[in-house]
Every structure is written in C-alpha cells, then in structure tokens.
C-alpha cells in the first residue's frame, strides 16, 4: 500500500504517528472556511454511516441525543457541583 | 428506527439538495479517484453497528484485541465507578427524572421498535415503488417509441416500391401517347395519299367521260340522215325476222 509519499497534513487524524502531531496541528486549515468544511465532512460521514441506510437502527440518533446530555451536563457542571454530597473525595 | 424517520422527514424537508451535494464533498475529500455521479450507487443496508443503542461498535473492536471480549464493559463499569466516586456525576434529582425517562424509552424501544421500524419501511417503500412506476413508466413508453420508429423506417422502405410503380405508370403513358401520335401521324399521310389517288382518279374518269361523249358526238353528227333510213330500214326487217323465228319455235 505505498502509493505515491503523502505530505502529513493531508493525512487523516488516525494515520498520523505522535511525533507528527504538532506538524499535523499546524498544517490544518483552522480559517472559518476551513472549519466550516471540516463541520461539513464531519457531519457527512456521521450522516452516510449512521442515518442515510435502508435499515437505520436507534444508534444513530441515541448517539446524538446521548452526546447531547453528556454535553450539556458539562456546560452545567458548575451549578451542579452545589449539589455534591459530600465535600472532599 | 429512529433514524428512519429521521431520514424520511430529511428527504421530505430540503430534498437532497444539501445533503447530495454534502455526500460529494465527502465522497470527494475521502477517495482520490475520480467518480461520476451516475448511476448513483445504492444506499448500504445497515448503518455502522451500535451496542446498546448508544455506544458504537468500534470501541468494542478497539479494545478486543489487549482485553478480550469484557475489557470494555471493565473500562465502561471503571469509569462510573471513578465518576460517582469523585462525585464529577453528582447525583441529583436530575439523577431521579433521568433513570424515569431512561426506563420509559427503553421499554417503549424494545416493545414497538420492530413494528414502528416495519411503518417506517412501508413508507419508504411506497416512495421507492412510485419512482420506479414512473421509471417503468418511461421506459416502456420510450420503447414503444422506438418500435414506433423502426416501422416508421420499414414503412419509409416501401416507398421505394410506390415510386418505381409511379415510374412505370408515367413510362407508359409517355409511350401511349408516342403510339397515338405515330397512328395520327400514320392516318394523316394516308389521308393525304387517298386524296390524290381520288384526285387522279376523278380526272382521269372526267378525261374519259368527255372523250366518249366527244366521240359519240361526232359520230352522231356524222351519221347521214339517209344513213338513218337505211339503218332504220334494217332494224325493222331483222326484228320480223326475229319475230317469225321466235312464233315458229313458240308453236314447235
């Protein structure tokens, strides 16, 4: 599978080794286009893999609905930390 | 199963404007290879598997290799313990209403999933069968003007035929009308020929009559009177003669 060499920063996050990390950070598009585009695909592939199937299964919207609760419970954690029981762990 | 309605009120909604347009972005950030747009492969099957409803199966496969089939469900029973613990997950009356509802959903899931998931695939079902209705439609029509076509084309052929027809018939009326026209041509001379041969005639008729009246003139007018007597005399004396004979072969 060595095709022609791949500049790192066209790599995909998963295909990218440690060291390179910081390369792969800089090399990336963090303009508003850039990160409109990378909403845009990453919302795409959730969609062509999860929803967009002949035979879709509640995974697909569980998991949003699941990251959704899990996300505002950490908007929130503030406030919610008054209601601890007890005040060391 | 959720997800299907979620898909058909999305198709419903904006069409596939957006969302076409989204899967070739994609399709085109993720492959290198050039793809056209049809015919436009077909949706897969199954979406990517989800245990439990909500945790994807890739976690599972992540960590099969180093811990085996329980290794996850260790992590995942590690974690709440170490979030209850610290109390970073508080409990709270919140806690209370989200058990509630959690148990509510699961057991409305379990129990009208398949036949809400069967409602949902009937309606994608009939939206598939009128395209392909108005596909079939098209194409049987689009057939049957092709077989239209080809007998149009068969018809064109005889036409051939009519003409080589119409050729002959206009052959032979040039060739009639050459034939009446050598008759009249014909009738014409020997009209012309007929009346000379009358003329000659009528002359030569008018040339005799007159000489025999001539000659019998002068012959007249050079007959004596007592040439007359004497013929005269004759006559009579032969016609006793004849008579005597006849009477006496009468009586015999």
Not at chain 2, 70 to 92: D, F, H, R, W
């Amino acid at each position: 599978m060595a095709d022609r060499p791949v500049p790192v920063v066209e790599k995909q996050l998963m295909d990218v080794k440690l060291g390179q990390l910081g390369n792969w950070l800089g090399g990336r598009d963090f303009t508003p286009n850039g990160i409109l585009n990378a909403i845009r695909r990453g919302h795409d592939r959730y969609y062509n893999k999860y929803i967009n199937v002949k035979k879709g299964g509640i995974g697909g919207v569980a998991m949003l609905l699941a990251g959704y609760v899990v996300l505002s419970y950490i908007w929130e954690y503030d406030h919610i930390k008054h209601d601890r029981w007890r005040k060391y762990h | 199963m959720l997800s299907r309605i979620v898909f058909v009120s999305a198709g419903a909604l904006k069409g596939s404007g957006s969302f076409g347009a989204g899967l070739v972005h994609a399709s085109r950030s993720l492959h290198t290879s050039s793809q056209s747009l049809a015919p436009v492969p077909p949706l897969p099957e199954k979406g990517g598997k989800v245990r439990h409803g909500i945790i994807p199966e890739e976690y599972f496969q992540l960590l099969y290799p180093k811990t085996g089939v329980t290794g996850p469900y260790m992590l995942g029973a590690g974690l709440i313990m170490y979030l209850l613990s610290k109390e970073i997950y508080v409990i709270n009356h919140e806690t209370f209403a989200a058990a509630s509802i959690g148990t509510i959903i699961i057991y409305a899931v379990k129990k009208y999933g398949s036949s809400f998931a069967a409602f949902a695939d009937n309606l994608n079902e009939e939206k598939v069968a009128t395209a392909q209705e108005v596909k079939d439609l098209a194409i049987s029509s689009l057939t049957k003007a092709i077989a239209d076509e080809k007998k149009e084309q068969w018809r064109a052929e005889g036409k051939g035929m009519l003409f080589d027809a119409k050729r002959n018939n206009v052959a032979m009326l040039l060739e009639i009308n050459r034939r009446e026209r050598l008759h009249m041509v014909s009738n014409e001379v020997k009209r012309r020929l007929d009346y000379q041969i009358a003329l000659q005639n009528l002359n030569r008729q008018l040339e005799q009559e007159h000489m025999v009246n001539w000659v019998e003139k002068n012959v007249i007018s050079s007959i004596t009177p007592q040439q007359e007597k004497a013929s005269i005399a004759k006559c009579i004396t032969d016609l006793k003669a004849l008579a005597k004979a006849t009477q006496a072969k009468a009586t015999a």
